[in-house]
Nanobody
């Protein structure tokens, strides 16, 4: 089992930045890949970014490439999502997820989920 707790959400103006954190406990964090997903009101949960167990490889949804950066520190059992140049369409609840075997952009392949943190970008 891996327990995940997100933090860092909030309200920001368009063009601003936020850094989301995902604190992990339980199973060894270095054994699991990590992903970020988001869900806007009335929409399905969608993939944002993912990172391999070692942190060597990252994957991004096209709409956030060049603006968001996913990272992790296995020694601290923590992952992050740095979000720059935020747009109103980035408004959503952001979820951290993890698993030891995933298809990077498929939510159903992630076994562990956090409770989510709200990000609101005002225009």
């Amino acid at each position: 089992q891996v327990q995940l707790v997100e933090s860092g959400g909030g309200v920001v103006q368009a063009g601003g930045s936020l850094r989301l954190s995902c604190a992990a406990s339980g199973r060894t964090f270095s054994n699991v890949a990590m992903g970020w997903f988001r869900q806007a009101p009335g929409k399905e949960r969608e993939f944002v970014a993912a990172i391999t167990q070692s942190g060597r490889n990252t994957y991004y949804e096209d709409a956030v490439k060049g603006r968001f950066t996913i990272s992790r520190d296995n020694a601290k059992n923590t992952g992050w999502l740095q979000m720059n140049s935020l747009k109103p369409e980035d408004t959503a609840v952001y979820y951290c997820a993890a698993s030891n075997g995933v298809l990077w952009n498929i939510a159903a392949t992630y076994a562990y989920w956090g409770q989510g943190t709200q990000v609101t970008v005002s225009s």
